[in-house]
């Protein structure tokens, strides 16, 4: 005779004006791994608070198998043998992204417009599109990223208002380069804080050997300040003065 499926038992909210997406997310990894589930959806607050109560647990979802509570969805996912992220474990993947996403735009703009593969104008887009993108990032809470910038940055803790101005010049400057429009404009922004964010990075990193997390994705992430933190600057100065060769020759 084939073995019975497991079966799990599962709480969650469902409320009328909130769905509790964990409760969505711990149904689907049971169903994924095979189990039945027993939904059981709790749809009052009234009794989302007694179930809380009867059986001593602060949080929704919870998850039953075999008799066991296991408890919520992180739970759920250890008990399966699933690695749990650790929110507050440093993490490079924010820039790297901006980097892959700018790097795949650059390619598409280029193929897409004609000029095929050349490197030149490929590399250049991808500078510049990496600079609008990472100053989207800051620009979605400004105070914070100032309030994060001023950990490390040399010119922002001289004046504090230059982590608001920073990730404003540093999009003027990534747009307009995108288009190579206004170079007497571009340049000397990018060249000002590459050059600035360059030598405050590696002063906090390589020489005080400070251990502090980079505004460079906004003021609300993980990315640790380093090598990756420098890269952006040495890039942003990079493209600065090539752009400034290029308008010279």
């Given at each position: 005779?084939?073995s019975?499926e497991?079966?799990?038992?599962?709480?969650r909210?469902?409320?009328?004006?909130h769905v509790c997406?964990?409760?969505?997310?711990?149904?689907h990894?049971?169903?994924?791994?095979?189990?039945?589930?027993?939904?059981?959806p709790?749809?009052?607050?009234?009794?989302?608070?007694?179930?809380?109560?009867?059986?001593?647990v602060?949080?929704?979802?919870?998850?039953f198998?075999?008799?066991?509570?296991?408890?919520?969805?992180d739970?759920?996912?250890?008990h399966l043998?699933l690695?749990?992220?650790?929110?507050?474990?440093p993490?490079?993947?924010?820039?790297?992204?901006?980097f892959?996403?700018?790097?795949?735009?650059?390619?598409?703009?280029?193929?897409?417009?004609?000029?095929?593969?050349a490197?030149?104008?490929?590399?250049?887009?991808?500078?510049?599109?990496?600079?609008?993108?990472?100053?989207?990032?800051k620009?979605q809470?400004v105070?914070?990223?100032a309030t994060?910038?001023?950990?490390y940055?040399?010119?922002?803790?001289?004046?504090?208002?230059?982590?608001?101005?920073?990730?404003?010049?540093?999009?003027?400057?990534?747009?307009l380069?995108?288009?190579?429009?206004l170079?007497?404009?571009?340049?000397?922004?990018?060249?000002f804080?590459?050059?600035i964010?360059?030598?405050?990075?590696?002063?906090?990193?390589?020489?005080?050997?400070?251990?502090?997390?980079c505004a460079?994705?906004?003021?609300?992430?993980?990315v640790?300040?380093?090598?990756?933190?420098?890269t952006?600057?040495?890039?942003?100065?990079?493209m600065?003065?090539?752009?400034?060769?290029?308008?010279?020759?």
């Amino acid at each position: 005779m084939p073995s019975p499926e497991p079966t799990a038992i599962l709480y969650r909210m469902v409320l009328p004006d909130h769905v509790c997406p964990y409760g969505l997310k711990a149904r689907h990894l049971l169903r994924s791994k095979g189990y039945v589930v027993d939904d059981r959806p709790l749809t009052t607050r009234a009794e989302v608070d007694a179930f809380k109560q009867k059986h001593g647990v602060a949080t929704t979802p919870q998850i039953f198998i075999d008799g066991e509570r296991i408890g919520g969805h992180d739970d759920l996912r250890r008990h399966l043998g699933l690695k749990v992220a650790d929110p507050n474990k440093p993490t490079y993947r924010p820039v790297l992204a901006v980097f892959a996403i700018a790097a795949a735009l650059a390619l598409t703009i280029e193929i897409g417009t004609g000029h095929g593969l050349a490197p030149v104008p490929i590399v250049e887009r991808f500078i510049a599109l990496s600079m609008v993108i990472l100053a989207l990032l800051k620009l979605q809470d400004v105070e914070r990223f100032a309030t994060m910038f001023l950990n490390y940055d040399l010119l922002a803790r001289k004046w504090v208002p230059y982590g608001r101005v920073y990730p404003f010049a540093e999009a003027l400057a990534g747009i307009l380069m995108v288009g190579h429009l206004l170079p007497w404009l571009s340049i000397p922004i990018a060249l000002f804080i590459g050059t600035i964010g360059m030598v405050s990075v590696f002063k906090a990193v390589y020489i005080d050997k400070r251990e502090l997390k980079c505004a460079c994705v906004g003021g609300n992430s993980n990315v640790p300040l380093g090598f990756v933190s420098l890269t952006e600057n040495v890039m942003m100065v990079a493209m600065a003065l090539w752009m400034a060769a290029r308008l010279l020759a």
